[in-house]
């Protein structure tokens, strides 16, 4: 997937917040995987905010001078797009995944999407490198914020 498909490609997520006041996440500095920007790229074009306000960025990030990247994500809660895909079969989804050319290592978060919410950290996790904890940070100012960590 690359930019310019970003027009064409179905969008499988979207903000499954309500759609009001701040909502969203920031890791603290990790070490990623070697192809976490591809991971990112991949999600941002499978995203389409449906808030009042939205840029349809999922993911972005900072990369800091010891190769450690912070992400901030628009939102920290993902849902189907289009709520159709809830009542879709696994063979159908997988047949649609592979159609879209999603990559492999995002179908079992995008078929969990299929069955309800997805937390963005459980897509986060796949660009953690081994043997790390990284404490995500939510902010939430309609229902309070809060923080988890994701172990590698």
């Not at 701040?22 to 192809?35: G, K, L, Q, S």
Request: proline fraction near 3%; charge should be negative.
């Amino acid at each position: 997937m690359s930019d310019k498909d970003n027009d064409t490609t179905r969008k499988w997520l979207t903000n499954a917040c309500e759609d009001v006041g701040v909502c969203e996440m920031r890791t603290e500095a990790f070490i990623p995987i070697d192809n976490f920007q591809e991971i990112i790229e991949s999600i941002n074009v499978l995203y389409q905010d449906n808030r009042t306000e939205s840029n349809h960025v999922l993911l972005t990030y900072k990369e800091n001078d010891d190769g450690k990247i912070i992400v901030h994500g628009s939102t920290y809660l993902l849902g189907a797009c289009d709520e159709d895909m809830n009542e879709w079969e696994e063979s159908e989804t997988t047949n649609l995944l592979e159609e879209d050319q999603i990559p492999g290592i995002l179908r079992k978060q995008m078929l969990a999407i299929t069955q309800g919410e997805v937390p963005v950290g459980d897509f986060i996790e796949l660009m953690v490198a081994p043997k790390q904890s990284v404490l995500v940070q939510i902010t939430d100012t309609a229902y309070g914020n809060s923080e988890y960590t994701i172990e590698k």
